[in-house]
């Protein structure tokens, strides 16, 4: 029995958010990893290459957002490890998650989309967000599933 | 693309149901949370009585919590099954090489390894 292994990663404030996902529809780990420094987030990332391997590792593309800084250069290393650990490697543009849940307004939507697929997410959904509040750190759990979401419905370039 | 499945899903399973390592070394009867994650981990082995109740936890069947584990299992079944094919066959019909045989080419069909 085999299966194609998917590691999604998304940059949060304090390190980052994963989801290693085994198609064609099994979730099998997600969380949020935190990290002072670069070395703390690589020392994570790399324990979770090893521990899963997975063949394929997605980000969203970066190019043209309104990404900080951090975000940005976190996207970079993530991309010299995957170079490194001879890791497909796929950019997911955020129209094209938008495009693979057609009729989602926000994110949340979609967030609310994938915990009716993936029940065990509920507990990780945050509240709405109000115009007022910051972003739930827990929402990047969600945008990484939706990047392998839209890799699967979409035929995207792969580096 | 394709990879080989995880020598275990016992994280996945245990998310899946919302417990922690602690509940679940409680419900189980192991020692500790730290055990539980050397399990899923895959830094220690689980004891039969350990996997099974594991099994029982979940309702997943032991070869699915540990599916790496049991393919590298099965394919070593398999290959002393085709040695013992030949061997049966070599020494000529009766009634139990022909169960032997059957039994043999079941394993072959669900396994797919090698033909019977």
Sequence with gaps: ??????????????????????SPDRLVDWG???????????HRLESLISLYAPE??????????????????????VQTIALLRSLWTVHIPKRKV??????????HDIAESLVERFPELRPRLPRKRQAWTSEDARMR?????ALIAAHLATDIHTS | MQSEPLQSYLRMHRRRHAFSQEEVAF????GSAATIARYELGRREPSLDT???LEALYGAPVAELFAGRFNTVEQSVVSRASELIANVRAAGISPAATAKLQALGELSRRTNLFAS
């Design chain 1, 1 to 22: 029995m085999t299966c194609t292994r998917y590691l999604a990663i998304d940059p949060t404030t304090a390190g980052f958010a994963y989801v290693v996902f085994e």
């Design chain 1, 32 to 42: 949020l990893a935190t990290g002072r420094s670069d070395a703390e987030w690589t």
């Design chain 1, 56 to 77: 394929v590792l997605i980000t969203e593309d970066g190019t043209g957002t309104r990404r900080g800084r951090r975000a940005v250069t976190f996207l970079e290393g």
């Design chain 1, 98 to 107: 938008f495009e693979a849940f057609p009729g989602a307004k926000g994110k």
């Design chain 1, 141 to 145: 759990i969600f945008d990484s599933l």
């Design chain 2, 27 to 30: 419900l189980i009867g192991a």
């Design chain 2, 51 to 53: 996997a099974l109740a």
